[in-house]
T-cell receptor, first 114, second 108 residues
Framework: KAGVTQTPRYLIKTRGQQVTLSCSPI?????VSWYQQTPGQGLQFLFE???????NKGNFPGRFSGRQFSNSRSEMNVSTLELGDSALYLC?????????????FGPGTRLTVL | SQQGEEDPQALSIQEGENATMNCSYK?????LQWYRQNSGRGLVHLIL?????REKHSGRLRVTLDTSKKSSSLLITASRAADTASYFC????????FGAGTRLTVKP
């Protein structure tokens, strides 16, 4: 089985721009969760989608949004980028809701905001 | 905010020794998970322990959970250089909250 894939792997943007990151879960997994990882704040939960519905949302501003498609693929969007948005963005998929199941993580997208 | 808090922040041992990492959390949980992250393989799930379980084993890993103390420990026996990584605990608490991690270095 192919693992979780994320595209792009690296991205450089400037302040004020917007960015869209993509995540393809493991086949058969219906839940996709997104996390932001920074040296200062560690791993922080952004949101989780299950069957195209947002199930949980972390404590992030409205500039961070996401969606899930019928094939379980997910995208997250960050608008009006700020320097502090520079981070590794990880997505994880699981069979069921992420908090109750083993999550499989992708390699991440390294976003740098200049 | 983080739910799980790992202790110690960093741990350095020799190959063959055992490594113990601890995790404390604040609220009631349904389950607790341990993950490992290294530069080569990214974040990998190690073990999930449910609130009604006290101990779980997986290969060289042993996890304990004490819900009365709101704490968990991860023991890695007979450590190897390949175990060098950061280890995180995560609790459900309605979403997955990870701790800051324990950085384990195993010297050959």
């Amino acid at each position: 089985k192919a693992g979780v894939t994320q595209t792009p792997r690296y991205l450089i943007k400037t302040r004020g721009q917007q960015v869209t990151l993509s995540c393809s879960p493991i086949s058969g997994h219906r839940s996709v969760s997104w996390y932001q990882q920074t040296p200062g704040q560690g791993l922080q939960f952004l949101f989780e989608y299950f069957s195209e519905t947002q199930r949980n949302k972390g404590n992030f501003p409205g500039r961070f949004s996401g969606r899930q498609f019928s094939n379980s693929r997910s995208e997250m969007n960050v608008s009006t980028l700020e320097l502090g948005d520079s981070a590794l963005y990880l997505c994880a998929s699981s069979v069921g809701q992420g908090v109750y199941n083993e999550q499989f993580f992708g390699p991440g997208t390294r976003l740098t905001v200049l | 905010s983080q739910q799980g808090e790992e202790d110690p922040q960093a741990l350095s041992i020799q190959e063959g020794e055992n490594a113990t990492m601890n995790c404390s959390y604040k609220t009631s949980i349904n389950n607790l998970q341990w993950y490992r992250q290294n530069s080569g393989r990214g974040l990998v799930h190690l073990i999930l322990i449910r609130s009604n379980e006290r101990e779980k084993h997986s290969g060289r890993l042993r996890v304990t959970l004490d819900t009365s103390k709101k704490s968990s420990s991860l023991l890695i026996t007979a450590s190897r250089a390949a175990d060098t990584a950061s280890y995180f605990c995560a609790t459900d608490d309605n979403d997955m909250r990870f701790g800051a991690g324990t950085r384990l270095t195993v010297k050959p």
